[in-house]
């Protein structure tokens, strides 16, 4: 059988974004944990432009959630090999007037000329860069050693099926059913068919249901060797299934899943570790551990904290976190 899907919201083998988009958004997530509590970060945004009334796009923007009165600071972000010269500076304040920010947040990876500095304190842009720390020179406070990232996993083992017997349903034995659909079997296929209403469903489809009516990774140890469990699914007689040698009526699925939890260790050699300040700006460390499996999506756990702070209490730990419904 070919590997199942865990989750509709996972797609394997999708492409990092580029170097220039993932700065960008590191500098949201910084300015999300750093902003006070009820305002919104998003990252990229589309302002409106009181000159000519068309949307402008800003590397990010910051506004509160609800408010009487609208405050809106726009982060605009560059990672160049060279110093960012006074020009773009002028850019920016050029936008920021165009569009109404009340603040334009310039970001960049390697600095600014003087020059450039001193304009962006005439024009009231601030100034932030972006660097990268090593593990001997981030606050003591995030020095964790490593993180472990749980994956669940899953593979198809097999499927049996039982034909339908009629109206007195008992529960078959795993074993003992009518044949088992062949190996190759392409999981995604829409092999069930309900005559009745002419709906079609998957493999796939069945375990999705299955997901969403019980736990099915409950019990399992990380790290440990996969379990195989078998689940039935009973049909009335109005579901066929297709086979090699054509549809049959359908009264059982037994789908049996090998299910394991992959543990991954993230060292803090391995993590991402920054410091974002300029100037007067006290600045932040933060610490970023993420996973780097293909199939885990934005799986990721951040520490930040000032750059001086003492306070454990103070160092503020993101991520983007399961939604409970």
């Not at 199942?4 to 910084?30: C, H, M, N």
Request: charged share 25%.
């Amino acid at each position: 059988m070919r590997p199942i899907t865990r989750s509709q919201r996972l797609t394997y083998g999708s492409k990092p974004d580029a170097e220039w988009r993932q700065f960008e958004q590191l500098v949201a997530r910084i300015e999300a944990d750093a902003a006070p509590l009820g305002w919104i970060v998003r990252s990229p945004d589309r302002v409106t432009c009181e000159i000519t009334g068309r949307l402008r796009e800003v590397d990010a923007s910051i506004q509160p959630a609800a408010s009487d009165k609208p405050f809106l600071v726009t982060i605009e972000c560059r990672r160049r090999k060279k110093k960012e010269d006074v020009t773009w500076i002028e850019q920016l304040a050029s936008k920021k007037a165009a569009i109404g920010a009340d603040r334009t947040i310039a970001v960049s990876a390697v600095g600014f000329s003087s020059e450039a500095v001193t304009a962006a304190r005439f024009y009231g842009i601030d100034l932030r860069l972006l660097s990268v720390l090593t593990a001997a020179e981030i606050n003591a406070l995030l020095k964790i050693d490593f993180v472990w990232f749980t994956h669940k996993r899953c593979s198809l083992t097999r499927v049996g099926i039982r034909i339908f017997r009629g109206p007195d349903w008992t529960l078959p034995d795993p074993d003992t059913v009518d044949f088992y659909l062949p190996l190759d079997t392409d999981s995604h296929l829409p092999i069930f068919r309900n005559v009745d209403t002419n709906t079609t469903w998957s493999l796939n489809d069945l375990w999705h249901q299955l997901q969403e009516a019980t736990e099915v990774f409950s019990g399992l140890a990380k790290g440990e060797q996969p379990v195989v469990r078998t689940a039935d699914f009973p049909y009335p007689g109005n579901v066929t299934v297709q086979t090699p040698e054509g549809p049959k009526a359908l009264g059982d699925v037994l789908l049996s899943v090998a299910l394991w939890l992959e543990v991954e260790q993230v060292d803090l050699e391995d993590a991402k570790k920054v410091e974002y300040g300029f100037a007067n700006f006290a600045p932040l460390q933060r610490v970023e551990f993420s996973s780097g499996k293909p199939s885990s999506g934005d799986l990721r756990l951040s520490l930040q904290l000032q750059k001086s702070s003492t306070d454990p209490s103070k160092v503020q730990v993101s991520g983007p976190w399961p939604k409970k419904a």
